[in-house]
């Protein structure tokens, strides 16, 4: 497999940015094969747009889990684009992350590299806080992906509540870092997934197929939970699991990961 690391200038972010991109290629299995019929000018991959939690960046996959090897194995392109802890929300002041992801990175990605555009052939899925944007986006635009993956995560539903995140400490002098996308601002907006998901049934949309999974022992649990009862309620096509004796860990993450290949994406 070919990985590749890209840098160019973002008009959503307004400054350069990095992503990962991961492209099969010429494998040992096709020399086994004598399958030399590879790099035909056609074709075009099928892609997973695969998001980084808080605290992460595009490298977090290729660090922590075996994702290489499983695209190459199945065929399958994988995009993974920085965050910034923003929560994939566009910034009304600022730098524009659910834009960048969900629009210009799309673009872009399909410029540089042989992407499918079918919507049969477009996944989206992260963790934790990537979940938490892959719902959002997959909600926003349910044309453009055909199934979800969102482990240990999902969207909130937006109380004007900031979600804080505590990185060095309780002391008024120390830096949090908040998540953003939980302000009244995104109230019933493109951002809004919980509105989103009943306005897509009610426009009568094609819905994506969404597996949702979750450790028992993860403090994400009852957010998912919710999550669950949601799409159930408006009859999404949903797999929901919760794995026994997990919290918020890589080792579940690779795992799950891993499965989603095998089963979901195929």
């Known amino acids: 497999m070919a990985v590749i690391h890209t840098n160019f200038l973002s008009k959503s972010l307004g400054r350069q940015v990095s992503f990962n991109a991961i492209i099969p290629t010429y494998s040992v299995e096709d020399a086994f094969k004598q399958n030399n019929d590879v790099y035909k000018q056609t074709k075009k991959f099928k892609t997973l747009w695969l998001l980084h939690g808080f605290s992460g960046d595009e490298h977090d996959y290729l660090n922590y889990t075996n ?21 994939y929300s566009d910034d009304p002041n600022g730098a524009k992350h659910f834009s ?35 719902m959002k986006i997959s909600l926003a635009f349910p044309h ?11 969207a909130m539903e937006i109380s004007g509540r900031t979600h ?9 002098d120390a830096y949090s870092g908040a998540v953003m996308g939980n302000e009244l601002r995104y109230k019933q907006t493109i951002e809004d997934a919980y509105y989103m998901m009943k306005k897509n049934v009610e426009e009568n949309k094609e819905l994506p197929t969404t597996y949702m999974t979750v450790g028992s022992q993860d403090y994400l649990l009852e957010r998912c939970r919710y999550a669950k009862e949601k799409y159930e309620s408006y009859q999404y096509p949903l797999l929901y699991e919760e794995i ?21 994406f195929r």
Request: charged letters at 20%.
């Open 244 to 264: 026994e004796g997990y919290g918020h860990t890589w080792e579940f993450w690779e795992l799950k990961l891993k499965e989603a290949f095998e089963t979901f």
């Open 164 to 172: 804080m995140v505590n990185w060095f400490g309780s002391s008024p």
């Open 100 to 134: 960048f992801v969900s629009k210009e990175m799309i673009e872009v990605a399909r410029f540089l590299f042989p992407l499918s555009e079918l919507r049969e052939d477009n996944f989206i899925g992260g963790l934790s806080m990537g979940a938490l944007g892959a």
């Open 144 to 154: 453009l992906f055909s199934k979800v993956l969102l482990m240990s995560g999902c």
């Open 67 to 87: 994702v290489a090897l499983y695209a190459q194995k199945h065929q399958i392109a994988v995009i993974m684009p920085p965050a910034c802890n923003q929560g």
